[in-house]
């Protein structure tokens, strides 16, 4: 029996780094789709969330299967308990590039953010791409360094979230209302993804360390 209870939660960190695995994907064509006006490329971001969203369900399924049968306790359940919650912020995760991808096809052909933007634009999306990556990489070797990389590169994001409405209030904004909107939308589609993704690391960090970290950013 312990060895099928071992099996069943290595199975669950392999849907973890899976589940992380496509919203890397994710997030990287969705911003392929968003800088460049690639509508197909959208579609197909939006179409393969479905994708994200089976397995997270599997997941939680399969752990919600194991707190009744198995009763883990100490470090297992803290394994299974992180589990639920890390596969709920990975398919925020998901949502939320997809939503980059459905801003793209919106205003398709044309691009959604101004030229005014691009270089703020295209540094938000690196680093949600970075921040995604480095998740795929800290549950594959719970190497805890990874979750500094992943702080600062947030501390950053948040940074220039800020100067996106700092823009967009200044006298010499001149763009129409609905390209405002967009402009407001993709900027905190891209802040709250590394948010999310900072919350998958901290839970990383206390499923090793046993120590919960303080929160630095409060969620939806």
Partial sequence: MRKVFQAEL?????????ISSLVTE???KANQAFTGADVELAQEVIAADARIDFLQNDLDERAIDILALQGPVASDLRMIV??????????????????VAQLARLRFP???????????????????IQISRKITELLETRE??????IQSANARINELHRSVFG???APEWQENPST???VTLASRYFERFGDHGVSVARK??????????????TQP
Wanted: hydrophobic residues 40%.
């Fill in 10 to 18: 290595h199975q669950v960190g392999e849907e973890l780094i899976e």
């Fill in 26 to 28: 994710a997030i990287e």
């Fill in 82 to 99: 992180g589990s639920l919650r890390m596969s709920a912020s990975l398919e925020r995760m998901g949502d939320l590039a997809r939503h």
């Fill in 110 to 128: 044309e691009k959604v953010i101004p030229a005014s933007l691009t270089s703020t634009f295209d540094e938000l999306a690196e680093l949600d």
């Fill in 144 to 149: 805890l360094g990874l979750v500094n990389d």
């Fill in 167 to 169: 823009a967009i209030s």
């Fill in 180 to 182: 405002t909107v967009d």
């Fill in 204 to 217: 990383v960090s206390y499923l090793v360390t046993g120590q919960w970290q303080p929160e630095s950013f």
